[in-house]
Structures are given as C-alpha cells and as structure tokens.
C-alpha cells in the first residue's frame, strides 16, 4: 500500500511539474515575428579579399561603395557589376562622396588617414593624417567638410573636402562609432550627430557644428550603454 500510494505521489508530482514546464514555457515563447515585407533578391559575389565595414550607396552616379579591409571595391548599383576598386586603403571603415567636388573619402583606421580619389577615375589623389582609428567618414555638403570620427582619438578630424586641408579636431569624450546629418537644420548650421560609447555620462552624446568645429551642444539618452547606431527624422 505504502508502495502504491508513493507511486501515485510521484506520478502526480511529475504531472505537476510537466503542466508548469508546459505553462511557464508557454508564456515564456516569444510570438513569431511578423512578416517585415523584405526578402532576398539577389546575392552578389564581389570577390577580392579582406573583412567588411560599412558600405555607401551613391544613388546619383548609381555606385556601391564596400570597404574591404584592405581596399575598397566599387560596384554598379543597376547591373551588380564591379567597376573598379580603390586600392592601399588600410582598415577601411567608412566611405564618404563629394559629388559637388568630385571627390570621395575613405576613412582608414589602421593607417589612421583618409584616401582622397577622384569619382570618375576611382584614382587616389592623396592621403591626409587624422587621430587615432578613424572609423565613419561624412561629407557635410553645407560647409563642404569632411568629418572622421576616430574611435581610439575619442575625436573627430575636420577635413577641408576641396584641398585635403585639416581643419581642426573636436574632443568627444568618448569613443565615437556612427555618424549623420541632421537633415532638417543642415542647411542652415550644418550640423551633424555622432553615437558616442560613454552617453551613460553627464554631457551625454554630442552635435557638432561643422562650420565652427566645435560641440554645438550634448543629448542625453537615459542610462543607455555603448549606442552604436540612431536615426535623425
């Protein structure tokens, strides 16, 4: 009898637990994502060696930029088709296009230096020296400057776009990742925004204002830790 009634204990009890495993992994499951619209079309074999960064789309001469590690490879946007490809750019990150100068920039984080080509020719026009590991590169088209944000310099490199003439550098404090215009005051301060890797602390994560390189103010974001990316509206 004792035999029987411990086995009917045990037996409940294993049923206890399988129904609150069943219930608890229930509520736990996350619901199947819905469907984003997006899809695989075409997958492109870009050859050539060496890791990936960012990559730049120039709608208006319809290029694709892609960082290569080494080189950066140049791609038709309509037929796929690599066009060309901008060589001894060491740890390449970002890419940034002068179409107005026609210019573009590579930001090189190992050489710690921006390759200047030319658009048409894809040929290298020189190399300029920034801080420490630049890493993303933008144009700002009102003030016709590039900026490099450079993760181990904690700062940012201002480059005249029109004769590779270094302008300056602002203290972040921190280390930057990404960076954008802020399109809706562009043109009339040319401002830009970078995400920095310490906005937990109190001057938060800094605008600069392209025209006087310097900080035009900080934003701060609550207790947010190493932001990597954002979006302007």
């Known amino acids: 009898m004792r035999k029987r009634l411990a086995l009917v204990t045990l037996l409940g009890s294993l049923a206890a637990a399988i129904t609150f ?3 608890a992994f229930s509520h736990a499951a996350p619901p199947a994502p819905a469907g984003s619209g997006y899809h695989v079309i075409k997958t492109i074999p870009v050859g050539g060696d060496g890791g990936w960064d960012y990559i ?3 709608s208006d001469a319809r290029r694709v930029y892609v960082s290569r590690g080494t080189h950066t490879i140049v791609l038709d946007a309509d037929s796929y088709a690599v066009v060309g490809d901008i060589p001894d750019t060491q740890g390449v990150h970002g890419i940034a296009i002068a179409s107005d100068l026609g210019r573009g920039f590579t930001s090189n984080g190992r050489s710690n230096d921006v390759t200047i080509f030319d658009l048409k020719t894809l040929k290298s026009l020189g190399t300029v020296k920034t801080d420490a590991n630049p890493d993303a590169i ?5 003030t016709k400057r590039v900026f490099t944000f450079n993760g181990r310099g904690k700062n940012a490199t201002a480059i005249n776009a029109a004769d590779g003439a270094v302008l300056g550098a602002i203290d972040l404090r921190g280390k930057p990742e990404f960076a954008a215009e802020r399109l809706h005051l562009c043109e009339q301060r040319g401002l830009l925004r970078t995400s920095s890797s310490r906005c937990r602390e109190p001057q938060g994560t800094p605008s600069l204002a392209a025209r006087a390189v310097q900080i035009a103010f900080r934003s701060r974001y609550g207790r947010c830790q190493s932001p990597t990316l954002f979006r302007l509206r």
């Open 56 to 58: 730049y789309v120039d």
């Open 21 to 23: 495993s069943a219930v």
């Open 138 to 142: 933008l144009y700002e088209p009102v």
